[in-house]
């Protein structure tokens, strides 16, 4: 079984006209993201994810409630600007992890044509920057520690750098997961396949530990705030939220609408908030999935297909521009199946009790191609030259991402709040 080791082989060097092919390339990259950022300022809303810091401590221990703790250092009248700010330091925070995985794929390995191709891909993939610009959930934050527990994990050595890095990644997503409940169920699985994957050399032992370290705070968080969160306090919540205009073009009808005295495209946070998002604090599990059933089969099916498509393509592009098999990386996992299997099947309750279904694979793209890609850099392959047609896919594969962000999309054929 290949090791993650640096090989001893001379790296292509990329200088002359291909130095030129991507320097071209970086600049496309720099004038896209500043493109995107400029785009969803603009016209897109920013509604939805302040909703997510809507919700404090001040009625007593209730899921989420720390996202609405760290609203409250901003002062009261800066209540709308501090919601802006936490929004894009989500975006931010995710951004740089990503960036960790890319510097350490660059330059842990050595240079190579393949590896270069691979960060400069990083940024438009389905999990990539376009997710962390186009939809900023808070639950991002624990994807950027997991990236960042990765790019540790494939640089590290020992045996306690490697329980050092898993008990801080085990640490920060107990906490984030007081800001979002499903992080330990959306994150384990990325943690496992890294420590099985990345730390492949290490005693069984510490990855036993490890694997602790870094899934148990978590899940340990999340069951807490199953049994002691407090519910049917949404009227009350609502109590906290204040009231402003806010950009929302998806609000269907003049009925709809909060006042006569609104801008057409705009709405009331406050009643958006009331009506859309905190009622769902009073739901239980059982509610939450008749929910997921009235959606209908059809609209479930579109955005689970979706997903199988976000997560195809993720691999494939890892796979065909490193030259490294999946079926070798997935032979690995094999190793710890029983892991792996466990922390796969924490997805399930998430499909069953929310809508977001091609969100789900999008985490799962990340959770599996973020380390795939970093393993992939280790690999001999990724040192060779690439062929004609390996640069004529990387190119493909970076307009197509850049032009379809498809993994900032949510669901598909599931209406918005209208």
């Known amino acids: 079984m290949p090791a993650i080791t640096i090989k001893d082989v ?8 291909r130095r030129l092919g991507y320097t071209l390339v970086a600049l496309f990259l720099v004038l896209w993201l500043v493109f995107t950022v400029a785009y969803v300022i603009v016209y897109l809303p920013q509604t939805f994810w302040f909703a997510y810091f809507s919700v404090d401590y001040r009625l007593g221990f209730v899921r989420r409630g720390l996202a609405g703790e760290i609203l409250d250092l901003f002062p009261a009248d800066l209540y709308f600007t501090g919601l802006l700010t936490l929004r894009w330091l989500v975006s931010a925070l995710f951004i740089i992890g990503l960036t960790a995985v890319a510097w350490t794929a660059a330059v842990r390995f050595g240079r190579s ?16 920057f376009g ?26 050595k020992g045996s306690r750098p490697i329980l050092f890095a898993s008990a801080c990644y085990g ?14 169920f959306l994150y384990s699985l990325g943690a496992i396949v890294a420590i099985v994957v990345l730390g492949m050399n290490s005693p069984i032992k510490i990855q036993r530990l490890s694997a602790l370290l870094a899934v148990a705070p978590g899940l340990v968080v999340a069951l807490a705030i199953g049994l002691l969160g407090r519910q049917g306090i949404s009227s009350q919540l609502c109590t906290l939220v204040p009231h402003r205009a806010v950009y929302w073009p998806y609000w269907g009808g003049a009925g709809n609408r909060s006042s006569a005295q609104l801008p057409v495209g705009y709405v009331d946070y406050h009643d958006f908030v ?12 059982a509610d939450a999935a008749r929910t997921v059933a009235g959606v209908g089969a059809a609209a ?3 955005s689970m297909l979706l997903g199988i498509v976000v997560f195809t393509v993720t691999v494939l592009a890892i796979n065909r521009i490193s030259g490294v098999p999946f079926g070798r990386f997935c032979n690995v996992l094999r190793g710890r199946l029983v892991w792996v299997t466990f922390t796969a099947v924490l997805f399930l309750p ?14 799962i793209s990340l959770d599996v191609g973020m380390v795939y890609l970093l393993y992939a850099s280790a690999q001999p392959e990724a040192a060779q030259a690439p062929t004609r047609r390996t640069r004529v896919i990387f190119v493909v594969a970076l307009l197509l991402f850049a032009c379809y962000p498809i993994g900032s999309i949510q669901s598909l054929g599931i209406p918005r709040p209208a």
């Open 350 to 363: 998430l499909f069953a009790t929310t809508i977001d279904w091609s969100r789900w694979w999008v985490r």
């Open 131 to 156: 997710t962390a610009i186009h939809a900023p959930q808070p639950d991002l934050l624990a994807g950027s520690a997991l990236a960042m527990f990765a790019a540790a994990l494939a640089t590290v």
């Open 300 to 302: 479930l099916i579109m």
């Open 171 to 184: 640490f920060a997503t107990a906490l984030l997961t007081l800001i979002h409940e499903a992080i330990p």
């Open 113 to 128: 044509e393949r590896r270069l191709m691979l960060v400069l891909l990083i940024p438009v993939l389905p999990f990539g």
């Open 274 to 285: 009331c009506r859309y998002v905190l009622p769902r604090f009073d739901e239980t599990p």
């Open 10 to 17: 001379q790296p292509n060097e990329v200088f002359g006209r």
